[in-house]
């Protein structure tokens, strides 16, 4: 998304870093123990891999120079470098959902990332909050986020669904199940339930698993193969065409889900579904980056820290 935003910016110098953090999060990423998240691991190869072959300009950890805007797409850390810069934060997809752990965030006031995604926009330390539609305005409006600071941007990821219908991913007309890493992310999930409602759903039809890119994956395809032994089962691919080519899709919670509604599919989430409509990303054909990149321009002028 990041990318996509800053060719709208040309008349700027953009610089690029992965996500990184620092205090007691750097001592746990130092020590490998943040692998399954997207300060090491996997996750910080392929960052590194795209910003590479985007042949961009790389600024690890943003300390090269003292910049005008920070743009970011979370803010669970606001990293001590940037805290005194102007910020656009962009919402990255769909947040989990509010546990125990986020009630005790809020009222506790412990480290937001305790709570994961469900605390996007919490910080407070940005000018603009880039959010997919009204409805996710209102949703973030209630859990005490200032109306003011949100802007009705799009997500450049999901605002052009329809373009995905054109594809050459070899299946069609099945049940995708597009399983989620809350396992792998210390959260907890009953598998074997899960695959027995998958069964249910799709009743006989053919079943693709497209498991998240962080999972187990040799623990997920046992367990897979075990109920639904002729069952493809992928950990990588373009998932925006699966999504496309399915009749039905079964999600955990996956952002993916939207693509789904969006192009009129069938769909199933541990999330309200009536909710999810009232959130779908605005379809805009594609506009969203442009958005706020305006954003981020009006941001630039405002002055100031």
């Known amino acids: 998304m990041m990318l996509q935003v ?3 910016l040309p008349e700027y110098a953009c610089a690029y870093t992965p996500y990184y953090c620092d205090g007691l999060l750097e001592h746990l990423r130092r020590a490998g123990l ?12 392929l960052s590194d891999g795209m910003l590479l072959d985007a042949g961009v300009a790389l600024d690890p950890r943003g300390e090269a120079g003292d910049y005008d805007l920070v743009i970011t797409c979370s803010d669970l850390v606001v990293q001590k470098n940037i805290r005194s810069h102007r910020i656009v934060l962009i919402q990255e997809g769909m947040t989990d959902p509010e546990n125990f752990l986020y009630q005790a965030v809020r009222r506790l006031g412990l480290p937001r990332w305790l709570a994961s995604t469900s605390t996007t926009g919490q910080s407070g330390a940005y ?8 409805g996710y305005r209102e949703f973030f409006g209630q859990k005490g986020i200032d109306l003011r600071r949100m802007v009705v941007t799009g997500l450049p990821n999901f605002d052009d669904c329809r373009s995905f219908v054109s594809n050459d991913f070899p299946h069609r007309n099945y049940v995708l199940v597009a399983t989620s890493d809350t396992r792998e992310t210390f959260k ?14 799709a009743d006989g ?4 698993f497209k498991l998240h890119p962080n999972e187990n994956f040799l623990r997920s395809s046992r367990e897979i193969a075990r109920m639904f032994p002729g069952a493809l089962v992928l950990n990588e691919g373009n998932t925006n065409h699966m999504v496309a080519n399915c009749d039905v899709l079964i999600t955990q919670y996956s952002t993916v889900v939207y693509i789904g509604l969006a192009l009129g599919k069938e769909c199933h989430s541990y999330f309200s579904l009536e909710l999810l409509r009232s959130l779908l990303p605005e379809q805009n054909g594609g506009r969203s980056a442009a958005r706020i990149a305006a954003v981020c321009r009006e941001s630039l002028e405002w002055g100031g820290a």
């Not at 000018?127 to 009204?134: G, I, K, P, T, Y």
């Not at 907890?188 to 759903?201: A, P």
């Not at 039809?205 to 693709?208: E, G, V, Y």
Request: aromatic residues 10%; charged residues 40%.
């Open 205 to 208: 039809r053919p079943i693709l």
């Open 6 to 8: 800053g060719r709208h």
């Open 34 to 45: 943040l692998d399954r998240t997207i300060l090491g691991g996997r996750f910080r190869e």
């Open 188 to 201: 907890w999930d009953n598998r074997r339930r899960f695959l027995r409602r998958v069964g249910r759903i």
């Open 127 to 134: 000018r603009r909050f880039c959010v997919a539609s009204e």
